[in-house]
């Protein structure tokens, strides 16, 4: 490992770290999308009727939904998944597909939140997702481009040195061999094997062929409201209506507020995401504990640097982030952009996901605190269990009506955050321009054929002001992560609704 590491030249710079390869430049040439979605979702075509009945729905085609699925395949009910788009077009399509337990600090941080047995039983929630994704690929013969990696994990910062020494400790006290990486170019660092790299949408593709066999998927069916009617629930859809005994509801932010109240107990993390051909490539994985988020893994030619994360309502210039990542990727690289991209994550304000029963045969799964290959697989056995009366160790771990003292003091400072971007979330710029009439304020985008587009700036879930996205030319909800077109169409939940 060490004879890797000194293979690149990592050199402090402040909180940036500065990668040098040794390359030619060549002509840009940058797609603004992720380096996973060349890849089409083959789905077998099924045209929604106008009411539809079943055992189990599942609302979501992402991992989540559709792991979730290949646990039921076999069970004797009905099941059908509906997509609000094209299956795989949402936040799966977005990850950088790491499938890996060492995810920055975070057993030292449920150590404290929690309790030493919390942080463990959180690892072999992790575990096991792993050994299950790496089950299923195995058994179905899944091409995924699925790697076995070592993953490293470092700072730069002699301020959190301590940080990963807990960490490396905890790991070490649980069994888990570390290798020390002794570098000059790393201040401290470690690393674990047993981690893993795929191609999230081939891996999809696969679960696709094979759940398709016997249960149906309805893409571009936009679920907007759950009714509950006696022993079953009535979903209400931009197409039609289904009625399903069990409702399972498995896209990235539940579209409800109440039950489990989800907008307060989470926030949104946005990372920056940039991709590009290079000569040599490394079997690992690396990330920081460093604020200044810096994250690489390799994809056969490819480097995939994710950085400047941030909270959503903390940065609402939304352009210059994109530009920051990117600048940051040309320093540090040399090498122009192939392909530019960002992922939204939604952090649990106690670093744990919300998965489980909410009430009456209704599920959810979701907040997986940028690790989602991993807890959206965990989080599907889970739920199958609970649908299938089977016991599952990591019931009370994830029971999205849990309450604690994190949830609640990290909510109350959330709900702060939350109040700036209520006011004024404007950015003035001379495009969109703003006007206000009768009260309400209009954001009016002029496009390059001198076309303007007018929409509201109040978003249809919890009534936030939106921020254009100059560089997407999207409006975005800075409090819980909607996005809307030009025209205001809906792109990304949580709301159900277009801009009025």
């Not at 380096?35 to 929604?48: C, P, R, Y």
């Not at 771990?397 to 979330?425: E, Q």
Request: aromatic share 10%; glycine share 4%.
């Amino acid at each position: 490992m060490c004879r890797k590491i000194k293979r690149i030249s990592i050199i402090l710079q402040g909180s940036i770290i500065f990668y040098f390869l040794s390359h030619t430049n060549t002509g840009d040439n940058m797609s603004n999308k992720s380096i996973w979605e060349d890849v089409k979702i083959k789905v077998k075509k099924k045209n929604m009727e106008s009411e539809i009945t079943t055992d189990i729905l599942i609302i979501g085609c992402g991992i989540t939904g559709l792991t979730t699925a290949y646990f039921l395949k076999d069970i004797d009910k009905k099941v059908i998944l509906i997509d609000k788009g094209k299956v795989g077009s949402g936040i799966t399509s977005k990850t950088t597909a790491k499938i890996s337990y060492l995810q920055e600090n975070i057993y030292t941080t449920l150590t404290n939140n929690f309790n030493i047995f919390t942080a463990k039983n959180y690892l072999d929630s992790q575990l096991d997702a792993i050994n299950l994704i790496k089950s299923i690929i195995e058994k179905n013969k899944i091409e995924c481009d699925f790697k076995k990696v070592d993953s490293i994990l470092f700072t730069n910062e002699k301020i959190n040195i301590d940080k990963l020494n807990k960490e490396k400790e905890l790991l070490e006290k649980w069994n888990i061999p570390t290798k020390d990486i002794i570098s000059n170019d790393i201040l401290k660092g470690f690393s674990v094997s047993g981690t893993y790299t795929f191609h999230p949408l081939k891996y999809l593709n696969g679960l696709v062929k094979i759940i398709n066999k016997n249960i149906d998927i309805y893409e571009n069916v936009i679920a907007t409201n759950i009714l509950k009617e006696k022993d079953s629930y009535k979903i209400e859809t931009n197409n039609g209506v289904i009625y399903a005994k069990t409702v399972v509801v498995a896209c990235h932010y539940p579209f409800f507020i109440i039950p489990t109240m989800i907008p307060l107990k989470t926030y949104i993390q946005r990372e920056y995401v940039n991709a590009t051909k290079i000569n040599n490539k490394y079997n690992y994985t690396l990330i920081n504990v460093d604020n200044n988020l810096l994250s690489i893994r390799y994809y056969k030619d490819y480097i995939i640097f994710g950085s400047n994360k941030h909270r959503l309502t903390s940065k609402i210039d939304y352009k210059e982030n994109y530009d920051k990542s990117r600048n940051d990727f040309k320093n540090l690289f040399h090498k122009n952009i192939e392909f530019t991209w960002m992922n939204q994550d939604i952090m649990s304000n106690d670093n744990l996901p919300f998965i489980g029963l909410v009430k009456d045969n209704l599920y959810i799964s979701t907040a997986y605190n940028a690790w989602g290959i991993s807890n959206s697989t965990i989080g599907a056995r889970l739920i199958v269990d609970l649908i299938t009366n089977k016991e599952n160790k990591y019931k009370e771990l994830f029971n999205p009506n849990r309450i604690n003292k994190s949830l609640i003091i990290d909510s109350i400072i959330g709900s702060l955050h939350y109040m700036k971007a209520y006011p004024t979330a404007l950015l003035k710029k001379n495009n969109p321009t703003y006007v206000e009439i009768e009260g309400i304020k209009y954001g009016i985008f002029t496009d390059s054929l001198g076309k303007k587009h007018k929409v509201s700036l109040i978003c249809p879930h919890m009534k936030c002001n939106l921020v254009f996205n100059r560089e997407e030319n999207t409006w975005d909800c800075p409090c819980h992560g909607s996005r809307f077109d030009i025209d205001g169409n809906i792109i990304l939940g949580p709301s159900v609704k277009d801009i009025k």
